[in-house]
T-cell receptor, first 115, second 114 residues
Framework: GAGVSQSPSNKVTEKGKDVELRCDPI?????LYWYRQSLGQGLEFLIY????????KSGLPSDRFSAERTGGSVSTLTIQRTQQEDSAVYLC?????????????FGSGTQLSVL | GDSVTQMEGPVTLSEEAFLTINCTYT??????LFWYVQYPGEGLQLLLK?????DKGSNKGFEATYRKETTSFHLEKGSVQVSDSAVYFC?????????????FGKGTKLSVIP
């Protein structure tokens, strides 16, 4: 497809379980971002990948959160031992080169609900 | 740190009304400013941007002017349509601080009624 693809679109899990969220960026985009959108809140930056550079993990809220990007393309965000406060929409975005004023292309997000 | 403050919603307007959504920011250096829009059931998409003081971004009848003296980037449209109903996010990146992160406001939900 032409856009950023995220899967699953919805995920319901029980507290304490691990979840994996997937993002397929636009082909050729070297920069990839994960954001979290909580009810009534803005978008919270989680992690940033740019090419082969070490990712910026400064936004990850705890060590239960991790992400990887294999082959410079697909990215997986993993949340271990989920908590109810992890419930949110997780958004992935990509850009061609990661310049600070470039347009971000967002996926439709994964709605995570932790019961 | 950098921050963006935008007016609380929701905002409800009649079709053809004038729209203003206020946005102010706090940032060191020289941020680039953006408005993103999220239509129902869709992902966020860039609406317009401005990268330096006094620049005006415009798209789809929307405009916003980068005002460094008031640290503002208010979104305006002269005549809204039902199809403009969406959530609007003001955001910045701080090139002066070498930051590539978008810092977002909390979003303002706009509903336009016929």
């Amino acid at each position: 497809g032409a856009g950023v693809s995220q899967s699953p679109s919805n995920k319901v899990t029980e507290k304490g379980k691990d979840v994996e969220l997937r993002c397929d960026p636009i082909s050729g985009h070297t920069a990839l971002y994960w954001y979290r959108q909580s009810l009534g809140q803005g978008l919270e930056f989680l992690i940033y990948f740019q090419g082969n550079s070490a990712p910026d993990k400064s936004g990850l809220p705890s060590d239960r959160f991790s992400a990887e990007r294999t082959g410079g393309s697909v990215s997986t965000l993993t949340i271990q031992r989920t908590q109810q406060e992890d419930s949110a929409v997780y958004l992935c975005a990509s850009t061609r080169g990661g310049a600070t004023n470039e347009k971000l292309f967002f996926g439709s997000g994964t709605q995570l609900s932790v019961l | 740190g950098d921050s963006v403050t935008q007016m609380e919603g929701p905002v409800t307007l009649s079709e053809e009304a004038f729209l203003t959504i206020n946005c102010t920011y706090t940032a060191t250096g020289y941020p680039s400013l953006f408005w993103y829009v999220q239509y129902p059931g869709e992902g966020l998409q860039l609406l317009l941007k401005a990268t330096k003081a006094d620049d005006k971004g415009s798209n789809k009848g929307f405009e916003a002017t980068y005002r460094k003296e008031t640290t503002s980037f208010h979104l305006e449209k002269g005549s809204v349509q039902v199809s403009d109903s969406a959530v609007y996010f003001c955001a910045l990146t701080n090139s002066g601080a070498g930051s590539y992160q978008l810092t977002f406001g909390k979003g303002t939900k706009l509903s336009v009624i016929p």
